[in-house]
């Protein structure tokens, strides 16, 4: 990949932080009016209808073959359904400092399964150090006070480690769709998660007894159309280029659009562990992502 590639692809990397990054700020709104569940599901529906708009744009059709299928369901459960359920969970017991950090362990989870398992991309001390310091950027960015509470409400703590661990799961196992299209695998993730949620929506929550006012329903097409449909085109696409640590390792960066978004919007003051923690979560990226010095032939 040149210098010039590079560049593009950590821009997008940067874009698809923001993108997931902000969605905290439109689930803030949108769940004060609806029900948690009827809003992943109508979060995956309209990202769903995007994506074959897309598709239809692009004259490009989804996969026919039940394997493809079969393997799209593995992957919606990776990077929707599980992971945004075991979340939503376990983020009721744990503080949101403390989560941010629990989930921003993606990358090393991505590490590790890769050693250990999948071998199916090169790893060394470079990525693992970058891995590293994402994570201390992280603890800095939030605050070192987050961690007083490591240890209590375990249950709720693991819920979020493994969130983090099913994102990585998505991230590897995302490498598999090389044979279709990054919108295709986009779609058929979200149909999958529609089927699965938006039923489960209309039996607990009955929603078509809500009556949520305009900034829920703004805030809910935005995190549906913005957030996620535009955001998969992205991360699917940023699989493919960066690879599984590559792409995982953008957890880093939402803490540091946090920061920006508070300080934007909220009037958040910006502290020098802020601003170390800053330096080391985009120093982590850069290391994760840095492409490997081709050795010159004599």
Not at 67 to 76: F, N
Request: hydrophobic share 55%; charged share 10%; net charge positive.
């Amino acid at each position: 990949m040149t210098t010039a590639n590079l560049r593009t692809e950590l821009a997008l990397l940067a874009l698809l932080a923001l993108l997931w990054g902000s969605s905290y700020l439109f689930i803030k709104v949108a769940v004060a009016e609806i029900p948690p569940i009827t809003l992943i599901a109508l979060r995956v529906l309209g990202a769903a209808i995007f994506l074959m708009i897309v598709m239809g744009l692009r004259s490009e059709k989804l996969p026919r073959d039940a394997t493809t299928w079969r393997m799209l369901l593995i992957q919606a459960f990776f990077n929707s359904i599980g992971a945004w359920t075991v979340l939503a969970w376990g983020q009721q017991y744990v503080d949101t400092g403390l989560a941010s950090v629990l989930n921003s362990t993606s990358p090393i989870f991505v590490f590790v399964i890769t050693a250990l398992l999948t071998r199916h991309e090169a790893l060394g001390g470079r990525k693992l150090l970058g891995a590293a310091l994402g994570v201390l950027g992280v603890v800095l960015i939030v605050g070192v006070d987050a961690l007083r509470g490591l240890g209590d409400q375990v249950a709720g703590q693991v819920a979020c480690l493994i969130g983090a661990a099913l994102y990585a799961g998505s991230a590897i196992y995302g490498k598999r769709f090389g044979h279709i299209s990054a919108v295709a695998t986009a779609a058929g993730t979200m149909i999958w998660a529609s089927v699965v949620l938006v039923p489960l929506a209309l039996i607990l929550d009955q929603p078509w007894t809500l009556a949520p006012s305009m900034a829920a329903i703004s805030a809910t097409a935005i995190l549906s159309i913005v957030c996620t449909g535009i955001a998969l085109l992205v991360y699917f696409r940023l699989v493919r280029t960066l690879g599984s640590m590559g792409v995982a390792s953008q957890s880093y960066l939402r803490a540091g659009i946090g920061v920006i978004l508070g300080l934007v919007f909220l009037g958040e003051t910006f502290s020098l562990p802020v601003a170390v923690g800053l330096g080391a979560a985009i120093a982590g990226v850069t290391l994760i992502n840095w492409p490997k010095r081709q050795k010159t032939q004599v």
